[in-house]
Structure formats: structure tokens, C-alpha cells
């Protein structure tokens, strides 16, 4: 009974939710990033970045229009269109030309961009810490239970879903979808049907970083946009796309609602190392399931 | 073969001597430059004896390092030890943390292995980050005392280059003794070493063990030499950039990480000097070795040499072309 109450009790609840809302930002990253691995097979370190470029475009997107709301919904727009204009420049001009490489030399060329992006912002934006404003209508707190929740982090709990619909509208309703699934299986024979799998592979690149993009946007009105924030997350993302099963869309709104309450739940229970939570409820699923939860594509 | 052995050592005289000279012909910051270089090409080489020779995607190497290093300073500053204990605690203790990791990543193949272990490794990071009244938090700890004789520049020069040339000879020697042709078997086979009855999980776990050892000798070196350990050293950008060393040096060659470690830090220090932007510059030289060289500097000389009929084609020396999976 004393368990159940303590469970029931309203600064638990609340940190579910806070913790919720963070599953949704990593499900967002961490989906883009299973979709790349999935189809194109390379475990592309540089999501992160692209994640973090995607918050600091938001921020300059919303300074541009004047903050407020007609700023924060450019910068939700924009940013991720900018990110994945960018990810459709390096796929174009390098990664297309070396997909045939080992896996490790293509990680080694994620990371190469990690580099580069890294000191890219620091070039454009600074090395010191930006805040995106929220905007008037999403400030403000409702009331749980005598907790106070922030209305933007509702806001964020709608578009997790939002957003997982409309994956899976993407990659199982449309002909794009399907042609790239089937080229995660087998990519000889869906060029020997004659589709063109270049297109294909662009095409995936671009959206996966699209979500980066539009992760980072998201979450930029609640955290420091500042360099290195792109350090932590893609670790996160790389656990959650392994228990999930890679290059599985599922496995990655199910590994991100893991890592998600474990680290809200963990801060909760131990501040000072309540991060190792998340990692020991990883290590316990891969020693049950060591390809991780649901089925990968490869 | 008399004459191409003879040849070698004398090659490996001239060199011995150039270092042994070394302090007495060159500023100190040179000598410290040097001390450097042979502790991350130990480092580099730790890694490349698991992914060059194992095939094993040790994404985050660099997190013994740090465990080696953070082990003898921790000994030496917290727990008041004698420094020489704490040299020998930290290569332990980065060989017990290997066996940890790999024991939970080993069953996963490949990129799986990678991932998962560079994620492990983050997490160990992420401990010693926060643990602030054991490992000093993001500050580290400074000022290690180091015995008597290391106190001198030269003192730690020379120790850090006997132990570095030690730790490459007998990883050179494991590589060549029959658990080295197993390990390379593994490496460009797994099925067939299976069925020839090969326990592939236990040499991997070795060599993960034993590369994660010398790891942490590196770590040590890195506290003889700087007489200090920061987070920084168990970050997973430094172990992708050990890993840039051995391939700008050379994959599949034992000396080519060496190499690789020589030119990074080199030019790291030159570059430093002139721009702040140093991990674009890395950056871009990753991308142009990717492209245009992905066998690594030595890795072309003994591509030449072969195709002049001047080299041996050692196991070792050997180079491999991609895929092997």
C-alpha cells in the first residue's frame, strides 16, 4: 500500500510526465537515426549534431521573426528544413559516393562531421550559451494534483505521437516507404527492379535528419542551446536505437519510453547518479534480448 | 632474411638512439611533445591490436585509458598509496573495467559491439564526471606526485619511452605467437573459425582484456608525463580520435598507429597555434584520408614496397584491402 501511494503521489506523477516529454524529444532524434541505420546502414555519430544545429537554427529563426508566436512556429518550420537542406548537401556530395565502404569507415566519416559541425557553430553562433524564448501561448504552468506542469511540455507530449503517426503513414502508406523498407532487406534486388535506390537513400538520409533537425527545434525553448548538447544526446539516441532493434521505428518510440522514464525516475530516486538508471535497464533488456526488443530490419 | 633482419635492427638502433639522445638536443617542450606522442601511439596501438587485428568495433577505447590513468591518480592523491602501486593499480584496473564491458557487449556483433560499448563507455564517463569527491568531477585531479626519479622531464621521458617500447614488444609478440594468428583468424573469418573449434567469444574477450590493459598503461604513462587526469581523457571523441590515428597511420600494420599518433599530435599542436578551429581541421583531414587514402600512410608504403617487390609480407606488415565481415 505505502508502494502504490508513493507511486500515486503527485511529484512522481509529475516527473513521469517531465519524463515523458523527454521520451518524445528522444524518439524524435532517436527515430531518425534507427531510419538511416536501418536502410542505409551507417551509424551516423552526426546525428547529434545535426540535432544541435537544428536547435541553433531555431533560435536564429525565432530572433529573426521577433520571437513570439508567428517566431517559434517559423523556427519549428524552418530549422528542420535547414538541417535537412544541409544533410541533403553532404549525402549528395560525400556520402553517396562511399555507401559500398565498411561499416567502421563510415562511422569514422559520421564522425569527421561531428568535427566539422562542431566548429561550424562555434564559427557561426559562439561558443556561449542561447535561449529560445517560449512563446506566450505555451507559457505558463497547469496545475496536477498541486504540481505545477509546464503547458510547453504537454504541448510536447502531443507531438510525440503526432509525429510517430506520421511516420508510420510515411513508411508504411507510401510508395517511398515501401520501396526504402525493402531496400533495407535487400537493396540488389530493389535496383534490379529498376528504382532508382540512390534516390531512395537520399531520401531517407534527409528525412532521418529532417527529425534531428526537428528535434532540436522542439527542445530548444527548454534547455540552453550551447555547444556539446549534442555530445550526450547521441549516446542516448545509439542506446535507444540497440534495445529498440535497429533501424525499427517501434523499437525506438519503445527503447526512448525506457531510457525516457528511467532518467526521470532515476533523478528522482538517486540526483547524483540517478543517469546510471537508464543504463542498467539497458544492460538488463540486452542480456534478455540482445537485439534489442523488437525485431531489426537487418 | 639474414640481410632484411639484420637491416631491421639496425633501423631499430638508429631509432632507439635518436630517441635516447633526444632530451639532450632538444627544447623541453619538445621532449614533453615526444613523451606525448609515444603514450597516444601506445594508446593507439592498444586499440589497433583489437580493431586491426581482433576485427572487434572497440568504439570507446579511450574510456581505459582514463580508468588507467583516474585508477593511479585515485591511489596515489585519495587513497595515499605508493606511486609505483598506483601505476600498477591503474593498468588493473582498466583490464578488470575491459572485462566488465566486454563481457556485456561480446555477445552482439559488430556495429552492435560498437555502439553499445561506446555508450557503456559514455556512462563510465558520465560517473567520473559527477563523482566529484572521488575523481575531482570536470576539474580533475592535478599535481599527482610522482616517485622521486619521474619528477624530472627527463626521468619521465625515459621511463614513459622504456615502458612504451616494452608494452609494444610484447603486444608485438602476442600478435605473433599463436593466439595472434587466432585472433587475425577470427577477425577474417568467424564462421570458419568456429567450425575449425575455435572459442571465438574467450579470444575476443582476451584481446579486449589485454588491449584494455595496456590502455591503462598508456593512462599511466599520461599521469607520469602531465602529472594530472581530467574527464576529457575518457571522452568518446578522444577514442575516435585514437582511432583516426591508427587509420591515418594505418590499419592492419602494428607500428602504423605509432605513426598516426605522431602526425595527429603534431599537427594538433601546429594548429593549435594558429586557429582555435583544431576539430575542423581534423575533421577535414579525416575526410580527405577516408576518401583518398583509407589504408593509412603505412599502410601505402607497404602497398608500394609490394608492388616493388621490396617488402616481406609479414603477417603483420600485411595489409588487408575492405571487407572482411
Request: glycine letters at 10%; a positive charge; charged letters at 10%.
Amino acid at each position: 500500500m505505502d508502494i502504490l501511494s508513493a507511486i500515486c503521489s503527485p511529484v512522481v506523477l509529475c516527473q513521469i510526465l517531465m519524463g515523458l516529454s523527454r521520451t518524445v524529444i528522444l524518439f524524435i532524434v532517436a527515430s531518425g537515426l534507427s531510419l538511416i541505420l536501418g536502410v542505409l546502414r551507417i551509424p551516423n555519430i552526426a546525428h547529434g549534431s545535426l540535432y544541435m544545429i537544428g536547435a541553433f537554427m531555431a533560435y536564429t529563426v525565432s530572433r529573426l521573426f521577433g520571437g513570439g508566436i508567428a517566431g517559434y512556429w517559423m523556427a519549428v518550420l524552418l530549422a528542420p528544413l535547414g538541417v535537412a537542406l544541409l544533410s541533403f548537401v553532404v549525402e549528395r556530395g560525400i556520402f553517396s559516393r562511399v555507401y559500398d565502404r565498411e561499416h567502421i569507415m563510415l562511422f569514422l566519416l559520421t564522425f569527421a562531421f561531428v568535427l566539422v559541425f562542431g566548429d561550424l557553430v562555434k564559427m557561426v553562433w559562439g561558443a556561449e550559451y542561447r535561449t529560445v524564448p517560449i512563446p506566450p501561448f505555451f507559457q505558463g504552468a497547469i496545475p496536477i494534483l498541486g504540481m505545477r506542469f509546464p503547458i510547453y511540455n504537454f504541448f510536447l507530449l502531443l507531438m510525440g505521437p503526432l509525429v510517430a503517426i506520421l511516420l508510420y503513414l510515411l513508411v508504411n502508406k507510401t510508395k517511398m516507404g515501401k520501396i526504402s523498407r525493402a531496400a533495407a532487406v535487400d537493396m540488389e534486388m530493389v535496383a534490379g527492379v529498376g528504382i532508382n535506390v540512390s534516390r531512395v537513400f537520399c531520401s531517407v538520409f534527409v528525412i532521418g535528419c529532417f527529425l534531428a533537425g526537428l528535434g532540436g527545434a522542439l527542445v530548444a525553448p527548454i534547455v540552453n542551446v550551447s555547444l556539446g548538447m549534442d555530445h550526450t544526446l547521441i549516446m542516448e539516441a545509439f542506446l535507444i536505437v540497440i534495445i529498440g532493434g535497429l533501424g525499427n521505428i517501434w523499437g525506438a518510440l519503445l527503447g526512448s519510453l525506457i531510457f525516457g522514464l528511467t532518467q526521470s525516475l532515476g533523478i528522482l530516486i538517486w540526483p547524483q547518479f540517478g543517469i546510471v538508471l537508464p543504463y542498467a535497464a539497458v544492460i538488463v533488456v540486452l542480456s534478455f534480448r540482445p537485439t534489442g526488443l523488437l525485431r531489426s530490419t537487418w | 632474411m639474414e640481410t632484411a633482419n639484420y637491416k631491421y635492427v639496425i633501423f631499430a638502433l638508429v631509432i632507439a638512439a635518436i630517441f635516447a639522445v633526444a632530451p639532450f638536443s632538444l627544447p623541453r617542450f619538445y621532449v614533453y611533445l615526444i613523451a606525448l606522442i609515444v603514450t597516444t601511439g601506445l594508446l593507439s596501438t592498444s586499440l589497433n591490436f583489437v580493431l586491426g587485428f581482433g576485427g572487434i568495433y572497440q568504439f570507446h577505447h579511450a574510456v581505459f585509458y582514463g580508468v588507467g590513468a583516474y585508477g593511479a591518480a585515485v591511489m596515489i592523491m585519495k587513497l595515499n598509496y605508493n606511486p609505483w602501486i598506483g601505476f600498477i593499480v591503474g593498468p588493473l584496473a582498466a583490464a578488470f573495467l575491459s572485462l566488465v564491458i566486454g563481457l556485456i557487449c561480446i555477445r552482439l556483433s559488430k556495429l552492435y559491439f560498437g555502439m553499445l560499448q561506446i555508450s557503456l563507455g559514455s556512462l563510465v564517463w558520465a560517473i567520473v564526471y559527477r563523482w566529484y569527491t572521488f575523481t575531482g568531477g570536470d576539474d580533475g585531479i592535478h599535481g599527482i606526485s610522482v616517485p622521486p626519479i619521474l619528477e624530472s622531464p627527463i626521468g619521465s621521458y625515459y621511463f614513459t619511452l622504456i615502458v612504451v617500447a616494452l608494452s609494444l614488444f610484447i603486444m608485438y609478440r602476442i600478435l605473433k605467437a599463436p593466439f595472434g594468428s587466432i585472433l587475425q583468424g577470427i577477425r577474417d573469418n568467424v564462421v570458419r573459425s568456429q567450425a575449425i573449434g575455435v572459442n571465438v567469444r574467450r579470444h575476443q574477450l582476451i584481446a579486449i582484456v589485454i588491449a584494455g590493459f595496456f590502455a591503462g598503461v598508456a593512462g599511466v604513462l599520461f599521469v607520469v608525463v602531465d602529472n594530472s587526469v581530467f574527464p576529457d581523457m575518457m571522452f568518446w571523441t578522444l577514442s575516435l580520435e585514437i582511432t583516426i590515428m591508427a587509420l591515418v597511420g594505418g590499419w592492419y600494420t602494428f607500428l602504423g598507429p605509432m605513426l598516426g599518433a605522431a602526425i595527429i599530435v603534431l599537427l594538433r599542436t601546429f594548429v593549435s597555434t594558429m586557429t582555435e578551429y583544431w576539430a575542423l581541421a581534423l575533421g577535414l583531414v579525416l575526410l580527405l584520408v577516408i576518401l583518398f587514402l583509407p589504408e593509412g600512410v603505412l599502410g601505402k608504403v607497404f602497398e608500394i614496397w609490394r608492388e616493388r617487390g621490396l617488402g616481406r609480407t609479414g603477417e603483420a606488415e600485411r595489409t588487408k584491402g575492405t571487407d572482411y565481415a
